[in-house]
């Protein structure tokens, strides 16, 4: 029997939900990955970094390459343009192979990078979203960025925007709303460790854990 499963964690900036994802990982004894897929997909393909830190979550309709008729950038090439060979596309189609082939390996929590729809034909998974009122947001933002509350309402304004098109783009769903994921929930009625124990239950009900 598959016991292997993987929890996607869909996120609004300042909602506490890379800190849920990695608590919830510890307390579950499972793998964690948010940006340290970056470091995967580059060491996996041998393309520079660079391009996968550019292109994080971000969505495009451009092509400025491809994945074939054009010489790669690899890893010690040295530090190469972005845009100069890749479209954004291509380098999601990698992420997604690494993203898929973790999932087959052993149970993992995944931030973000569009993973409950790459995993939308693994029957074992659990899509979250975790959101918070922007006020929370902002407070969050200060104290872990120590910025001005302008500079932290801009920060999410335009990070969510982002995630929310990237999202979009590739999934064809829409970024948090309630249909698209099995549970979403509000950091800020709870607090972080205990929204990590209502997650953790419920990952553990629904997978029969």
Same mark, same amino acid.
């Given at each position: 029997?598959?016991? #292997? ?14 800190? =849920?994802? @990695? ?6 004894? =499972? @793998?964690?990955?948010? +940006?340290?897929? *970056?470091?995967? &997909? ?12 550019? &292109?994080? /979550? $971000? ?15 690899? =890893? ?7 845009? !100069? ?18 999932? /087959? ?38 104290? $872990?960025?120590?910025? #001005? ?6 920060? =999410? ?15 064809? #769903?829409?970024?948090? &709303? ?6 979403? *929930?509000?950091? !800020? ?9 209502? *997650? +953790?239950?419920? *990952?553990? +009900? $629904?997978?029969?854990?």
């Amino acid at each position: 029997m598959n016991n #292997k499963y993987a929890v996607n964690i869909g996120r609004q900036l300042g909602s506490g939900g890379r800190e =849920i994802g @990695a608590k919830l990982a510890m307390q579950l004894g =499972i @793998a964690f990955y948010d +940006k340290e897929l *970056i470091n995967i &997909a580059s060491q996996e393909s041998g393309l520079c970094k660079e391009f996968f830190e550019n &292109a994080d /979550e $971000k969505a495009t309709q451009s092509i400025i390459g491809g994945l074939f008729g054009m010489r790669f950038p690899f =890893i010690n090439d040295g530090t190469v343009p972005y845009n !100069s060979c890749l479209s954004n596309d291509a380098l999601f189609k990698i992420q997604s192979d690494v993203i898929r082939e973790l999932a /087959e390996e052993k149970s993992c929590i995944f931030v973000g990078r569009c993973a409950d729809y790459i995993l939308r034909d693994n029957l074992r998974c659990v899509n979250i979203f975790i959101s918070a009122p922007k006020e929370d947001r902002i407070k969050r933002l200060c104290l $872990k960025m120590d910025i #001005k509350p302008e500079e932290a309402e801009d920060l =999410i304004n335009k990070t969510d925007r982002k995630r929310a098109s990237y999202y979009n783009y590739y999934s064809y #769903k829409t970024w948090g &709303a309630a249909s698209t994921y099995h549970l979403c *929930i509000d950091s !800020s009625v709870l607090g972080v460790d205990e929204t990590v124990a209502f *997650i +953790k239950l419920f *990952i553990q +009900k $629904k997978q029969g854990l």
